[in-house]
């Protein structure tokens, strides 16, 4: 199994990215998949999950800037980031679980199964 995302890059502030997360090796169409992010010097956070059923889910600092949606048929899913701030310069993760969900764990990164290697994502002031 492999995640692969693409579509980071550096952008001004006010901007906005596409990031894409394309999974190979199995279907992840009936779990959550979701978007977290590292910036330099602090601990992985949670930015953002969509469910098998649709549901989704955000962090407060990106509600209302950042989309996820899905590809089913292509396994893959996507984070539309808008109106970027400096403060979300990370690398950027993506990642799936494969187990069924457990309410209310979507921003607990250890309860995702599958990761990929990161992008990174540099807003510049």
């Known amino acids: 199994v492999q995640l692969v995302e693409s579509g980071g890059g550096l952008v001004q502030a006010g901007g906005s990215l596409t990031l894409s997360c394309t999974a190979s090796?199995?279907?992840?169409?009936?779990?959550?998949r979701g978007w977290f992010r590292q910036a330099p010097g602090k601990e992985r956070e949670f930015v953002a999950t969509i469910r098998g059923n649709g549901n989704t889910y955000y962090a407060d600092s990106v509600k209302g800037r950042f989309t996820i949606s899905r590809d089913n048929v292509k396994n893959s899913w996507h984070l539309q980031l808008n109106s970027l701030k400096p403060e979300d310069t990370a690398i950027y993760y993506c990642?799936?679980?494969?187990?069924?969900?457990?309410?209310?764990?979507?921003?607990?990164?250890?309860?995702?199964?599958?990761w990929g290697p990161g992008t990174l994502v540099t807003v510049s002031s």
């Open positions: 990642a799936a679980q494969s187990h069924k969900y457990i309410s209310g764990t979507y921003p607990d990164p250890s309860k995702y199964d599958y």
């Open positions: 090796g199995r279907s992840f169409s009936t779990y959550p």
